[in-house]
């Protein structure tokens, strides 16, 4: 009997959980990504038609401070490509010989230049929400690529009852359901140099495999250095093994 009474108490607590979990957000998507598992590696020109998607749109209102204009080198593009892109943008640089900061165009060297001064303008910008850098966002968050992917491709027509608060879009991957970012990707809003037909949802591929590179650029070199060790410690153990074999062969 007090079992029950305890299944029932139990039951009446999980039950508001169960009722809120209709606005919560639906599982991501689940993608095969060329970079997941043991031989893991970057789809390179992917990569590079992510960087545009990232320069056309997301870059617009997301840092991605961990990156070099250099970099991009890695992922194919040329030294005057690259140093073309740093150029349209400005960093503060100085003091000069007079003491002054002075603006002038970003270099190779440099970081990827923030949209935005600061944080506050940042917000300022997006209806009070703060657009997160993108650096390692996707490996801050649970399953990040499903997930950023589920994101950028969930926005939709909410159902009429849901309610809305000013400024925000309806996202079924995020959680609440409701996001500041408006739909940042638009069916042919880039023209890629390659041919391939721009939709949101190879958009949203590309951009992954870009982000996914500038949050771990090493991760193929050290898939195979992983693999390495394992097919060295295979080696090692069968040779432990026939020497064993060999020096108690007389023993019993
Ligand atoms: C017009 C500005 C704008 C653009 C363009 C934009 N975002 Fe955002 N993004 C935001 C804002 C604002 C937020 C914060 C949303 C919130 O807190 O409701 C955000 C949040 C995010 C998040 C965090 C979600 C989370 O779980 O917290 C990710 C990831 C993201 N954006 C990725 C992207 C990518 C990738 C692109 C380019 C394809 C992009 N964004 C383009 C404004 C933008």
């Known amino acids: 009997m007090r079992r029950l009474v305890g299944v029932a108490l139990l039951l009446a607590a999980l039950a508001p959980a169960a009722v809120h979990a ?33 320069l056309d749109s997301c870059g617009t209102c997301h840092s991605l401070r961990f990156v070099a204009y250099r970099n991009l080198l890695e992922i ?85 009852d849901v309610e809305f608060a000013p400024g ?20 042919g809003m880039v023209q890629y140099a390659d041919g391939t037909p721009a939709t949101v949802d190879q958009m949203a591929r590309d951009v992954l495999q870009f982000l996914a590179w500038a949050a771990e650029p090493y991760l193929p070199v050290r898939h195979r250095m992983g693999l390495g060790v394992l097919v060295y410690l295979l080696l090692l153990t069968g040779l432990l093994y026939a020497v064993k074999r060999a020096v108690w062969r007389d023993q019993h």
Do not use: C
């Open 22 to 54: 209709a606005d919560e957000a639906d599982p991501p998507k689940r993608v095969q990504w060329s970079f997941d598992g043991l031989f893991g590696t970057f789809d390179l020109p992917a990569a590079r038609r992510g960087l545009q998607v990232y």
């Open 76 to 160: 194919g593009l040329t030294g005057d490509e690259a140093k073309a892109i740093a150029a349209s943008h400005e960093v503060r640089d100085g003091p000069d010989e007079t003491g002054a900061y002075f603006m002038r165009p970003a270099g190779l060297a440099d970081r990827f230049v923030p949209p935005f001064a600061n944080e506050q303008a940042a917000r300022f910008a997006n209806g009070g929400a703060y657009p997160p850098d993108l650096s390692l966002m996707y490996k801050a968050r649970l399953r990040g690529a499903d997930y950023v992917y589920s994101l950028l491709t969930g926005y939709g027509d909410p159902s009429p």
């Open 168 to 187: 925000m879009n309806y996202n079924r991957y995020f959680p609440g359901r409701q996001i500041a970012m408006p739909q940042p990707l638009l069916d």
